[in-house]
């Protein structure tokens, strides 16, 4: 190996001492540091053994620090507080002989990152939640994050973390992103992700190995574990112009493995990277006798590539192993391969999924080969391809021989080494399109910076296939898939395991008339147009909602539900016709459709009336009797439901709900009874309640509201002198403000509360937005007394053009906030109108194209706020007199990847609307009398969009009680009124 100064292009972190023993009590944090003086003060009195935090607030260029080391009995926490630094081109070095954590710091572009070095046995580096990217490396390996560890035991981790497009270009340097010497302790990394780094030019010797990472000669009794990681199109030297056989690993390069060293990749995917040589995704170069200790767990490679520029064979699409020689020593390499799933990886010279090599070496008198072999279990090796391949006879592996304990040893799909195979994509993953998915799992991998962080995808078999139900004994097999989910028995090859329900149509004539799927994402399969089985997919014990379409057939049958016997005539408990969907455990069981002859059916007329028809899905046979449903929700204007009828809509007699018809003969139809109804008046009071909610007095008289049944009525909220309206009281024997004229007399009560002194102050709020509701001017208010004349002005708006105003520009105050929206149209960022003043951001705003508005409106009467994604709607309600308040703030459509369902339920009492996002809120306020109206618009997540305030009126008992705005002004006026600050209710697109 060439001698260099191993230094890398991030963190450097030189660990020495021995390990830490923290104590169990709450870390402490000290004031942030900004100068090098000011971490070293800080390293030096933090108190011994203990974890103190150390917040960084740097201004400019974190590598100002230079470098500065962590005593042996200091446990240093560097918190960058998510900030970002660019243009770093010098090497900060960390010397540690204690613990060190960084955690939250963002890197971007420069020429040098971090290096950490480790001297002594026990130190600890752990990097979590790091961000590196477009870091250019010259004369560094890893651009990002370089450990030495000097042959010290020194335990390093690496966690949730992201690396894209970081590079090292310069001859004879590995490791697009990270890279280690010699470290003789643990090396973790775990939940991160890979993507686009690269190295760029090979060396003499060495260099250009190891696309994202490139770990040099790890020492017997190290450990080394990649768990949980997503590597993507990271290259190992694409084209390399000299030394080809350099360009080997395209995520990662394990240089000269000794025996006793212990190397594990478990959870991993691997997707699309690709070596200039050799190792698509990985290159394991071992330099010894090895025939335990490295370990591929549940991994998945997919669509990798090995480009053979030295044309040398076995070049491995996704993994080459290459015994090496040291001196006149023969090794051998035994690689152990479990449960791991190889599709569409591409190798030069065999071996499209795995291939094993050795070097040459001379051993008086004679030439050997140094060879290596996996042992391989439970594995998965579709669709790679080998372009030097031959008779397609090592399309997936090549492996040589002589490696004792080597070979098929069990259940592996398309093993070949030299012998054809027939398996194919189809054969295991069915006959839909394929791609990697996130597939349920629950385990992600990443940065929490700018949606970094995903779920790890992986490739989902299809259910019945060559690959389902398959292993007897996972005996040295993990026993659980690369998701985390518990394996069953008989257990799945390769990286994934399914369970299923099935569905089967239990008829030569029956079928599901369903198109032909064209993608497989882990969650229903089925094949061709008109399938007679259909699959629910999931994983071992998943609960689900049952989602088979129902069965089609020809005939006379009818189809009656499902059972688990395919000789069942009547459904099981649970799965009739009536009771789906309903929810099952997933666990690899079939449901066979029932069918049933053709039976007695009574049907349910409503006769003029509306609202939902009573529906009687029992099947009768002639002689059976039937109980008359009630009428549910079914109404009709000017009169009273008071039965059914038989065959005729008018002819006696009348079956009361809950009465019987015997003996049927056929099939019949019940008829609502309709008796008209006298309308009654409504009597409306007003009343003055106590800030606890309790009457106190009538304020003004009684107004009577009198009309036709069926007329709709409106109670108007008169202005009283010395009180403000608090909304309409709620109880069961009273009636909303609005409603319906009926033949029983109601009651309407309003509730005010006195004003005081000093709140006869009204506001009027002038805003100047855009035509998406973005604000483009300060806006403008003004206070005055209730009754006074206002005026709004209308601006010259620099870029804009005024076209319309929303809202009285003139006229007077009340004691109300009066809101007048004076909108514009951009004239020089027609790309971009609905985000002006952030046009080069994306990652920030959401696109034009999702947005919706909603739109809000005031009622003067009853101080209830509309909220409206109906523009009709809106200027309707506009039209009977409500205060046009423009846009109020912008949902999403349901189709936008972040979008987060806002509930809405209705108040029958109080004709109020309620809006929230917590669905347990939801379900909760729905148990105090609330009507479910299931989703009303769709929000952000809070980076992407401006927080809308809730404040509720604990006056009022009716419309009104609640507000929603995007004005904070708006929102602080009326907590100082007495109304209650209930904080942010949901984040509207930006």
Do not use: C
């Not at 690269?198 to 060495?206: F, P, Q």
């Not at 112009?241 to 478990?266: H, M, Y």
């Not at 080969?369 to 592996?397: E, L, P, R, W």
């Amino acid at each position: 190996m060439k001698k260099k100064n191993y230094l890398l292009g991030g963190l450097l972190a030189l660990v020495s001492g021995l390990l830490l023993i923290t104590t169990p009590n709450e870390a402490a944090t000290v004031p942030a540091v900004t100068t090098p003086g000011e971490l070293t003060t800080a390293i030096v009195n933090a108190p011994a053994n203990e974890e103190t935090i150390i917040p960084i607030a740097i201004p400019t260029d974190i590598h100002s620090f230079g470098s500065f080391s962590i005593p042996a009995d200091k446990n240093i926490v560097l918190d960058g507080q998510d900030r970002t630094y660019s243009d770093t081109n010098t090497l900060l070095r960390v010397e540690v002989s204690g613990k060190l954590t960084i955690k939250n710091l963002r890197i971007n572009g420069g020429t040098s990152g971090i290096l950490a070095a480790a001297k002594t046995a026990g130190s600890q580096i752990i990097f979590d939640n790091v961000d590196f990217q477009n870091i250019a490396g010259t004369t560094i390996d890893g651009a990002a994050i370089q450990f030495e560890t000097h042959n010290s035991s020194a335990n390093v981790t690496i966690q949730n973390s992201s690396f894209k497009a970081n590079t090292v270009n310069a001859n004879g340097y590995s490791g697009g992103a990270i890279a280690t010497k010699n470290h003789n302790g643990s090396f973790t990394v775990i939940n991160n992700t890979f993507k686009d780094n690269k190295t760029l030019t090979t060396g003499t010797n060495v260099g250009g190995e190891g696309g994202a990472i490139y770990i040099f000669q790890p020492k017997a009794g190290s450990s080394t574990t990649f768990k949980d990681n997503y590597f993507y199109k990271n290259v190992a030297v694409e084209s390399p112009s000299a030394n080809g056989k350099l360009a080997d690993g395209g995520a990662i390069a394990l240089w000269n493995v000794k025996a006793n060293t212990n190397v594990l990749f478990d959870g991993n995917t691997f997707e699309e990277n690709i070596a200039g040589d050799d190792g698509g995704a990985v290159l394991i170069q071992t330099q010894d006798t090895i025939s335990d200790g490295i370990i591929f767990n549940n991994n998945t490679f997919y669509g990798n590539k090995a480009l053979g520029a030295d044309a040398s064979s076995n070049s491995g699409g996704a993994i080459q192993v290459f015994a090496n020689s040291a001196g006149t020593s023969q090794y051998t390499a035994r690689i152990q391969y479990y449960n791991n799933t190889f599709v569409n990886n591409v190798a030069k010279y065999n071996g499209g999924a795995i291939g094993h090599n050795g070097h040459l070496a001379f051993i008086k008198p004679s030439f050997y080969y140094n060879v290596s072999a996996g042992y391989y279990v439970n594995n998965i090796f579709i669709n790679n391809s080998a372009q030097g391949n031959t008779n397609d006879k090592k399309s997936n592996i090549a492996d040589q021989s002589n490696v004792p304990n080597t070979g098929n040893i069990s259940n592996n799909l398309g093993y070949d080494n030299g012998t054809p195979v027939a398996e194919t994509l189809a054969d295991v993953f069915g006959t839909a399109a394929i791609e990697l998915v996130p597939n349920y799992s629950n385990i992600q991998a990443g940065a929490t910076y700018d949606l970094q962080r995903i779920v790890i995808p992986t490739l989902p078999i299809a259910p019945e296939k060559l690959a389902d139900n398959i292993i007897a004994d996972l005996t040295g097999a993990p026993a659980v898939d690369q998701r985390d989910f518990p394996r069953a028995s008989p257990a799945d090859i390769g990286a994934v395991e399914i369970s299923w329900i099935k569905y089967d149509v239990n008829h030569e004539d029956a079928y599901f008339e369903l198109s032909a799927l064209t993608d497989y994402d882990g969650t229903i399969y089925y094949e061709g147009e008109n399938p007679d089985t259909y699959y629910q997919v999931g994983y071992d014990n998943l609960t689900v909602t049952t989602n088979a379409p129902e069965p089609k057939k020809t005939g006379t049958d009818e189809f009656l539900g499902w059972s688990i016997n395919p000789a069942a005539t009547v459904p099981d408990t649970g799965l009739a016709k009536a009771d789906l969907p309903t929810s099952l455990v997933v666990g690899d069981q079939t449901l066979y459709a029932v069918w049933g002859t053709s039976t007695l059916t009574v049907t349910y007329d409503a006769n003029g009336g509306t609202g939902t028809t009573p529906v009687d899905s029992n099947a009768y046979n002639v002689g059976d009797s039937t109980t008359l449903l009630a009428e549910g929700d079914l109404v009709k204007d000017g009169y009273r439901f008071v039965g059914w009828t038989l065959n005729a809509p008018d002819v006696d007699p009348v079956y009361t709900v809950g009465s019987q018809i015997e003996n049927l003969q056929n099939s019949i139809t019940l008829y609502a009874k309709w008796e008209i109804l006298q309308p009654a008046a409504i009597t409306v009071e007003y009343w003055e309640y106590d800030i606890n909610g309790n009457p106190v007095e009538k304020i003004a008289e009684d107004i009577i509201l009198t009309g036709n049944l069926g007329d709709r009525y409106h109670a108007e909220a008169n202005y009283i002198i010395g009180y403000t309206f608090n909304g309409v009281v709620t109880a069961d024997d009273l009636s909303p403000i609005s409603g319906i004229i009926s033949d029983q007399a109601q009651t309407v009560k309003l509730s005010y509360h006195k004003l005081e002194a000093n709140t006869n102050q009204g506001f009027v709020l002038a805003q100047y937005q855009d035509e998406k509701g973005t604000p483009i001017s300060a806006d403008i208010l003004q206070t005055g007394d209730a009754g006074a004349e206002y005026s709004t002005t209308q601006k010259e708006i620099t870029g804009y053009t005024f076209t319309e105003v929303i809202g009285n520009p003139t006229g007077l105050f009340t004691n109300e906030v009066i809101v007048v929206t004076y909108v514009y149209k951009s004239n020089s960022n027609p790309g971009n109108p609905g985000n002006p003043g952030n046009p080069s951001n994306p990652d920030t705003t959401v696109p034009d194209e999702v947005l919706i508005p909603i739109w809000r409106a005031y009622n003067l009467n009853d101080g209830d706020h509309l909220y409206t994604t109906s523009k009709e709607e809106y200027d309707w309600i506009v039209g009977l007199g409500w205060q046009a308040e423009s846009v109020a703030f912008y949902s999403v459509t349901p189709s936008y990847q972040q979008a987060k369902p806002v509930y809405r339920l209705y108040n029958p009492n109080s004709g109020e609307h309620f809006y929230t996002l917590d669905a347990n809120e939801y379900e909760a306020v729905a148990t105090e009398g609330w009507n479910k109206e299931g989703i009303a618009f769709y929000m952000v997540p809070e980076e992407l969009g401006y927080p809308i305030y809730r404040v509720f009126n604990p006056y009022a008992t009716g419309p009104g009680s609640h507000l929603f705005t995007r004005s904070r002004f708006e929102a602080d006026w009326l907590i100082g009124l007495g109304w209650q600050d209930e904080g942010i209710a949901f984040y509207s697109a930006r």
